[in-house]
């Protein structure tokens, strides 16, 4: 059926319009381990001198006017086909950074094994009933021939709105509040989850990255549990972050 696009309302046959999409993701040079806008390509300066525990962040756009529907829509309005349209982007945003790195060193860049996206506090869960990360993160694991764990990472207790904290103590809210599930060792399906984590890459998805404290946090979790890489695949980025 026709739809509306999300950003500009034109009807037509997707979520988003041919011309928002092309906008939205026009080339952005970034640094390549988190995604922030700068001039060119390189590593920043806060990931030279403090790197984060992820190695890598994939984004479509920055979260800014009118951008930020893409997620709102989902997470607020619970249009679900905007999770199908952002894991759509999301992977053939992967699929150029791997023919990017194939063209620039030889190699391609290992392919994700599981996908896992941020979890939400139960009592958020239950509010909002469904988890905006998981959305997308459910619909991109087929894309990139990767497993998926709803409920692998899980919140180790409720943390404040990051929205609502400035930049020094958005690391402080989410530390420690991240954990593997505790059944991973008797439930069969989740041990073999867990052993693909070690040794293996994993995806880790989100919705919006401002600081990158969220996603730091949840990446130093898999890393502790034997991961080899943490690629951060999220909808949009704040074009910078928050004082």
């Known amino acids: 059926m026709p739809c509306a696009c999300v ?68 997470k607020f309005g619970g249009v679900l086909p905007m999770a199908n349209w952002l894991a759509r982007e999301l992977a053939s945003a992967w699929t150029a950074r791997q023919s990017l790195q194939s063209a620039a060193t030889g190699d391609a860049a290992e392919q994700p094994c599981l996908v896992v996206p941020i979890p939400l506090a139960p009592d958020r869960l239950a509010e909002r009933g469904f988890n905006q990360s998981w959305e997308i993160a459910r619909r991109l694991a087929p894309r990139l021939g990767a497993a998926a764990s709803a409920d692998l990472l899980v919140r180790s207790r409720s943390t404040a709105p990051q929205t609502a904290l400035a930049a020094d103590r958005r690391h402080l809210n989410v530390a420690g509040a991240f954990a593997l599930a505790r059944h991973a060792g008797p439930d069969r399906l989740a041990a073999r989850l867990l052993g693909r984590v070690q040794g293996r890459h994993v995806a880790l998805v989100d919705d919006v990255m401002t600081t990158g404290a969220t996603l730091a946090e949840a990446a130093a979790v898999l890393k502790r549990h034997g991961a080899a890489r943490v690629t951060a695949l999220v909808a949009l980025r704040t074009p910078a972050p928050s004082r």
């Open 7 to 74: 950003l500009c309302g034109q009807v037509q046959a997707d979520v988003v319009c041919t011309g928002c999409a092309n906008d939205l993701l026009a080339p952005t040079p970034r640094c390549p381990r988190c995604a922030l806008p700068q001039r060119d390509a390189s590593l920043c300066a806060m990931c030279r001198g403090a790197p984060p525990a992820f190695d890598a962040t994939i984004v479509l756009g920055d979260y800014a006017p009118p951008r930020e529907a893409l997620v709102l829509t989902l």
